[in-house]
């Protein structure tokens, strides 16, 4: 077994310390004042849709979490019910990701679409299954 001198254990250690405190000072400068922060006056609408099995848009599959994440701010989450529907209310127009994670394959993968709140709905492909999805304008 090879001999570790106090040196570089130390240097170790000082490096790992000091790579923690800038991790936390980057969440507390950069990140942090950002979440929970909701922009004003940006008009926000819904995001429903349904997954389904496969392109025939017949059968549908729940068990898959579906994540709305922006270019900044706070990502949403929900799970499709047993209908395979879900639903994200109040979400600001802007940019987004949708991501969905398939909980019923065995490799658990995920696959991302950009949506363009401009577009009314359409019908995706991520990561071996359909969402028909589509937006409305939330009114207040």
């Known amino acids: 077994m090879p001999k570790i001198d ?17 991790m936390i000072i980057v969440a507390y400068i950069g990140i ?14 819904t995001v429903c849709g349904t997954v389904f099995k496969d392109k025939s848009l017949t059968q549908t599959i729940d068990k898959v979490e579906i994540f709305l994440l922006p270019a900044t ?11 395979g529907e879900f639903r994200f209310k109040n979400v600001q127009e802007r940019n987004w990701w949708i991501i969905a994670r398939n909980l019923n394959s065995n490799d658990k993968s995920s696959c991302k679409y950009q949506l363009d709140p401009t577009v009314k709905g359409d019908t995706i ?3 071996g299954i359909f969402i028909k999805y589509k937006i409305q304008r939330d009114n207040h």
């Not at 106090?6 to 405190?21: E, M």
């Not at 942090?32 to 609408?45: A, D």
């Not at 701010?73 to 209908?83: F, I």
Request: net charge positive.
């Open 32 to 45: 942090l004042p950002q979440m929970g922060k909701k922009e004003k006056n940006l008009p926000t609408f």
């Open 6 to 22: 106090k040196i570089t254990i130390i240097s170790n250690l000082a490096t790992a310390f000091i790579t923690a405190i800038a």
């Open 73 to 83: 701010g706070n990502e949403q989450a929900t799970n499709a019910d047993d209908k």
């Open 125 to 127: 492909k991520l990561s």
